[in-house]
């Protein structure tokens, strides 16, 4: 894969489960959503989503699938066990007794566990008596759920004919890292894949990866990615010979603009939409090897300057949303910037930018519009919701 706009053929998404039901107005805060989703409503917004991909000829795998059925594979069924587990938690008698009961249950309900989490209430009868267990409300929980694995672009990132399992910066979301390492090592779809950066090196997250043309990437930095892990990226991806560039691009550190991606979209190979209080601020250092080992940096200069050298292109159009601030504050944040592209100039967005998508149609690209009042209250549009597997090169 070495664009955000070639024509998508394979992707993947996770159609939201039970560990939607775990968020209540004490959790939501810190599991990273900003109000109680209605979950039946989130899985028909997002069924929808998957079958306008359909639609449009992209396979659509779902995470809860693929988990399954890499844990049915023995390795991978004992790697979920050890990602469920946390002794530092539960305590060693404790930590023994759900280890030895998880180790016996097929691999549907561990993908449960998995993904949902679970409750002290909801633990096997352990044996013994466990003071971690006496002294816990049965409603806390035992294994944390992960409401946000419905944002599968930030826990893995194909780059080149690799991928990148990410290491995600916020407590609630590390381990989804176990999870995506485990499909990837073990699920017979993706097992022969080779991997880019490594899912313990400092954090990095999809939503901040963009790949603006073969060989070139810009990476965001903020809540999530750290210039630690932007550092890192580049010095992997270089020594594997899969990019030459890499813009660094300072972000604001704040829950609107948690990734790049929240501000700036491709939606054409020469072409982004983006929120335009950034077009005029973000500025990006450049990245290249040097030679011997080492990384050369240089900037920092306007982003859209140091963006269309690094691609080789005269200009990266700036699609003119010509929002009201207020306006443009609003949408952006509802995601109208975070856009999914399934070819150059078709992308979907969420149906309530009404403005935004206006601006994008007026410039002649494609928007399927897509509702998401449900899903987007953890904060995250189409882009974020999709973690492209396979794109054909733009032609
Ligand atoms: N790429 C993205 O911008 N993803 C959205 C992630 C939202 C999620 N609730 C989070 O805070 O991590």
């Not at 070639?6 to 939201?16: E, K, M, Q, S």
């Not at 990734?259 to 020469?270: Q, Y």
């Not at 149906?351 to 002649?364: K, P, Q, S, Y």
Request: charged share 25%.
């Amino acid at each position: 894969m070495d664009s955000e706009v070639g024509p998508l053929r394979a992707v993947l998404l996770h159609r939201p489960g039970n560990e939607l039901t775990r968020l209540t107005p004490r959790n939501n805060d810190k599991l990273l959503f900003d109000s109680i989703p209605w979950v039946g409503r989130a899985q028909e917004e997002h069924d929808a989503f998957a079958e306008v991909l359909r639609g449009r000829g992209v396979e659509v795998l779902l995470l809860a699938e693929v988990l399954r059925e890499a844990l049915t594979d023995p390795r991978a069924h004992a790697a979920g066990v050890h990602a469920a587990v946390d002794d530092r938690r539960l305590g060693e008698d404790l930590g023994d007794a759900l280890r030895s009961h998880l180790s016996g249950v097929d691999a549907a309900t561990l993908a449960e566990v998995l993904m949902a989490g679970l409750t002290f209430e909801e633990l096997p009868a352990a044996e013994g008596a466990s003071l971690v267990r006496k002294i816990h409300h049965p409603h806390d929980f035992a294994v944390d759920p992960l409401p946000n694995l419905l944002f599968t672009r930030d826990s893995s990132v194909w780059i080149g004919d690799r991928v990148a399992i990410s290491s995600l910066a916020m407590p609630a979301r590390r381990r989804e890292t176990a999870l995506l390492d485990l499909i990837y090592a073990y699920h017979p779809r993706f097992s022969h894949a080779s991997r880019a950066y490594g899912a313990h090196s400092a954090p990095v997250e999809g939503g901040d990866v963009l790949l603006l043309a073969p060989g070139v990437l810009a990476v965001g930095i903020g809540e999530r990615t750290t210039a630690a892990g932007a550092e890192s990226l580049a010095r992997s991806l270089f020594a594997d010979d899969i990019a030459h560039t890499v813009l660094a691009v300072p972000i604001a550190q704040a829950r609107a603009t948690m990734h790049l991606d929240t501000v700036c979209t491709m939606v054409a190979p020469d072409a982004v939409v983006m929120y335009p209080l950034a077009r005029d601020e973000l500025v990006a250092f450049t990245l290249r090897p040097d030679g011997d080992g080492s990384l050369r940096v240089d900037g920092p200069e306007p982003f859209l300057h140091a963006a269309a050298e690094a691609m080789g292109i005269e200009k990266l159009r700036v699609i003119d949303t010509g929002l009201d601030p207020v306006t443009a504050e609003r949408e952006q944040w509802d995601d109208g910037n975070n856009t999914l592209a399934l070819a150059p100039g078709v992308v979907v967005g969420y149906e309530r930018n009404v403005e935004t998508n206006a601006r994008l149609a007026d410039a002649g690209i494609e928007v399927l519009a897509i509702a998401g009042s449900e899903l987007g209250s953890g904060r995250g549009g189409p882009r974020c919701m999709s973690c492209p597997v396979v794109r054909d090169p733009i032609g």
